[in-house]
């Protein structure tokens, strides 16, 4: 891929991204909710140490510890997206990459919505990562409403493209 179409499907990038985020991090946090809860249930004891103990005050504040990683995932998420803008507005491209980027664009708003379906479905489902999937409030909200989020990143990241190519003189010349 040229450096000139770079800017053109990281919105694409983006969405497939903030997905396989809050998988990555739900199953994570999942694991070690499992592990933690199967550690503190094993009923050994002996005179010199006690198993349920020692796994409290270790994989317990471990456990406390990633329940941290609901907000990260929105950090991550929020960045990529401010990243994506940044990188738009200091992407120098004739303005007439307008069209392609616009076509990207409503390509991302309908795949958005297929993986926003998806995801709801997963939520609404018996599945045990569901239930873990729910902590992630402010990421689920995110993926949810994702085609918006698709379209206003993408309109956004298009009017910067275009603002930054008309204070390009290569293309004032041109007369565009």
Known sequence: MN???????????WMVSAVIIIFF?????YFSHTLTITLN????????????DISQKTMGQVDAGMNSLT?????????????????NFYIREHP???FVHAIIVI??????IYVSNFYVGLLNSSNPLASTLMQFTASDYI??????????????G?????????????????GV
């Not at 094993?42 to 005179?47: A, D, L, R």
């Not at 298009?158 to 041109?174: H, M, Q």
């Open 3 to 13: 450096k000139k179409s770079q800017g053109s499907l990281s919105i694409i990038v």
């Open 25 to 29: 991090l739900a199953g994570f946090l």
């Open 41 to 52: 249930n094993i009923n050994m004891q002996t005179n010199l140490f006690n198993f349920s």
């Open 71 to 87: 907000w990260i995932s929105f950090i991550l998420i929020v960045t990529l997206a401010f990243s994506i803008l940044i990188e």
């Open 96 to 98: 007439v990459m307008f």
């Open 107 to 112: 390509v991302g708003i309908v795949g958005a």
């Open 143 to 156: 993926v949810i409403y994702l085609p918006y989020w698709v379209a206003v990143i993408g309109i956004a």
């Open 158 to 174: 298009i009017v910067l493209l275009v603002i930054n190519a008309n204070r390009d003189p290569e293309f004032r010349r041109i």
